[in-house]
RNA sequence: GCCCUGGUAGCUUAGUGGUAUAGUGCCUGCUUGGUAAGCAGGAGAUCGCGGGUUCAAUCCCCGCCCAGGGCUCCA
């Protein structure tokens, strides 16, 4: 099995410090286990320097070493040396690890302390005379035991092969030239440039807490929930219908396109052959489960469950393209805690995941171009600025150069490339639209990739025309990207157009209340119920601001709330049989009937979901919620 | 996960080695009003959690939790 526990109490790293005038060594004998080593490594001298005696235990791994660097900086800084001098001392511990395991380690440090320290290290597994000055000053010896990572964590083989992957950055220019990135001319294109900083040079600056956090908690949609762990979120009513608004129109959209929809369960036994394979070609951290003595992952998107379906398939030729689809609520991916942001980055998120099964390449890439265009569709609908990133393995693109002039033609404007040299995960080619947040932080929403590894893994076949079994190329589609990251989306978008001047907002359909009604007075109170009723019966979502409040009061606490519709209801309006409509949009003010307003609004959310509001509709009866 | 910064009523926040402001919200009463905040009174805080130093800790020290930023990473 790839998977590995990095973990266990106990074992861990003994250091011995000692600030020296100087140490030198000089190699007496060579043991069994000796490394290889250059005659100038026979022996050494260094002055002034820190002696950091070294002893690898049984069960040390990677994760010691950036605990070492942090302990050995600590102690450099206070008795003020650049030097180091790396001495494997088998004698400070009775249970060394496997000499490989310690000439690696100690390998690693050297070449991450030589970034910045002036460092020499003596060969490990010789005998070697030596003689050390001790300073003797009271910081001069000093010893530690540096622990591996405490909890168990699995990091899959992905994301370990993809820090080392070379991947080159170009721009996909409008005449489907491929520019490298750093000789394209951003001038016009401000989101891409934005992308690809982020992407290439990850470089950022900014000091404020994102706007979509304080607008996710002032609103009462979400908000962090202490007694879970974090990146796992509350929701509050106005938030779970927007959630739900986004999550049925997108599943509205992949079943029309002809997404099979099933559930399947959300974790899985970490034993099981097919999958613990798979998890090593996905770049995610696992959550795990513990059920009586066995542990189980919690999944990180949809793929389990379908592939095992489509396993059990019996499938012809005539089947395909199959698509199976599911509205993974949620997907887990246990994050490194420093990665998680608002509605961002989470540990639990839901998602539409679409596996879809195509026979041979040339299909595969007519459902690609398919599933690029509904996710066009969906950005269009929630109205999301977006900038596009493929990619590709290097040779996938040589031999498909007319299918990325197939993608140009559609999104009609300059694309981020990424290529990689060889391929790091299950995939050769993959886009993502990307959202830009105000923060210039980037993040993906739509993707779709072509995978060509899993349908072999996995054992999925069909019955070809020839009557033989064979192996389908399967599509992994996300047509909206992360439900809670398409609202994260929105909000940003709203402080953005705030910034430029204009009220934040939500699109109409998805705003809560849709319409207010605030009645001058108590004298009013009847008829504006009235109003709501009618407004009700339309399926709008509407409520009344019927507390004992001056007017001004109740509209500015409308405004707060984003209303897009503000209906004043006065003994004028009553009297007239009209409604005073403010519109957030354009703070215009109209007088129109009240089956005018409800035929125009209907025009506006036209094709669009809807559902009744989930709160007392009378804001006197209210709770709030913090 | 590591590094940096922060955590004081529901929310926003002032402040201090001798347990603490104010605004807002909430409750009560008064008021009745036209497009972003009427008036008054009241309740509301183990000052994130645990330990240490001290006669005394919300404040100083250590550990932890949570949040934001950086590294890293992605739906």
Known sequence: MLLYYNAFNGESMQILLIHSDYLEYEITSKTKIAEEIEDSLKQGRMEDCLSVFIAVEEGDDDSVIENTIHEITEVSKSVKT??????PYAHLSKEL???????????DLESKLILNFEVKRSPFGYYKAFKISCKGHPLSELSRSIKSQEKGEIVSEALKAEEKIKSSWYILDTNVNLVPQEKFDFKDYDGLRKLTEYEV?????VDMIPPHVEYMRNLELVDYEKGSDPGNLRWYPKGILIKRLLENSVTDSILHYGGMEVETPIMYSITHPMLSK???RFPARQYIVKSGNDDYFLRFAACFGQYLMKHDMIISYKDLPLRLYELTRYSFRREQRGELVGLRRLRAFTMPDMHTLAPNMEYAKREFIEQFKLSMKWMQEIGIEYEVAIRFVKSFYEENKDFVDTLMSLIKKPILVEMWDERPFYFVMKFEFNFVDSMNKASALSTVQIDIENTERFEIKYFDEDGKEKYPLMLHASISGAIERNLYALLETAFLESKKGKKPMLPTWLSPTQVRILPVGEEQLDYSLKVLDELDKAEIR???????LRLGKKIRDAEKDWIPYIIVVGDDEIKNSILNIRSREDSSQKNITINEFIKSFKELVKGKPTRPLPLPKRLSVRASFR
């Open 82 to 87: 650049k030097k180091i001098f790396l001495y």
């Open 97 to 107: 690890a496997p000499p490989n395991v310690a000439i690696k380690i100690l390998k």
């Open 201 to 205: 040079t990850h470089s950022r600056k």
């Open 278 to 280: 798979y998890l090593n």
């Open 542 to 548: 509407a409520d009344i601001d019927d507390r004992d």
